[in-house]
């Protein structure tokens, strides 16, 4: 992979597989607010290229490029606020769970970090079960950042989702991207949460930003290393490694965005 010449504190931004497209969002907005000097339309493509799988850093990178062209990057920059944004969101979700208290997710989302916290510090104490995330095992990151007195944290491996899933009262999950006819694209293994959900008539919502959505329908899924899930000599052994899966709109009880 070319990195264009870019600093080292971008390539190891663009080289991070366990953190969720918020998350990374929240590390390229450090970068350029400490860097704005440095923006210039060379460095948005070379973004654009590398996180081409990433909705919501595809819009705000576009958004990037025309205060760029008007000469507004300060101001853009500044205005740009995470925390009302969760907030905003958390609005929405509240509604929904007046009566839940028990939660089962998949892989890291900063986005779902955020709303599990602002749940908590509205209830007396939740129960969340996150699946690991295979291969990278970004959810382990999400259950070290969400356990404490009040969020009881339990850690699974994909295979238990099916069992999982009878014992909580709600399946979330984040988005990388939502296109145009409804599907929603997130780390595999979602589906498969939202089966079990189904299956077991539990609620099963995607929670996810305003960026998130994409205009068009198309689907960028490149193929992963493969030593990520076998690193051993037998070379006979084809090995399949994406990270992302389409979860049908019929599997989906909600989207809550802002």
């Known amino acids: 992979m070319s990195f264009d010449h870019l600093p080292e504190e971008l390539i190891n931004i663009i080289s991070d597989n366990t953190s969720g497209s918020c998350e990374l969002l929240d590390k ?7 860097n704005h000097d440095k923006i210039n339309p060379k460095l948005i493509s070379s973004l654009q290229k590398h996180f081409h799988d990433f909705q919501t850093i595809q819009n705000f990178l576009a958004n990037l490029g025309a205060a760029y062209q008007e000469n507004s990057i300060k101001e853009f920059l500044n205005k740009y606020d995470n925390d009302i944004l969760f907030h905003n969101i958390y609005r929405n979700f509240k509604p929904l769970i007046s009566d839940l208290y028990s939660f089962i997710t998949i892989s890291n989302s900063k986005t779902i970090l955020e709303i599990l916290k602002l749940t908590a510090s509205e209830k007396e104490s939740i129960e969340v079960i996150v699946s690991e995330g295979r291969p990278i095992l970004e959810g382990r ?115 809550i965005t802002d």
């Open 28 to 34: 390229i907005l450090h970068y350029l607010r400490n």
């Open 141 to 255: 990151i999400l259950a070290e950042n969400l356990s404490s007195p009040k969020i009881k944290t339990t850690l699974i491996t994909e295979a238990q989702i099916y069992n999982a899933v009878q014992n909580v009262d709600c399946g979330i999950i984040g988005a990388d991207k939502i296109i145009k006819n409804g599907k929603v694209i997130n780390k595999v293994g979602s589906n498969l949460l939202a089966l079990a959900c189904k299956e077991f008539c539990k609620p099963f919502y995607v929670i996810a930003d305003k960026t998130k959505f994409s205009k068009n329908n198309l689907i960028d899924n490149d193929e992963k290393p493969s030593k990520e899930i076998y690193s051993g000599s037998e070379n006979k052994i084809k090995i399949n490694n994406y990270y992302f899966e389409e979860i049908p709109n019929e599997f989906i009880t909600k989207i």
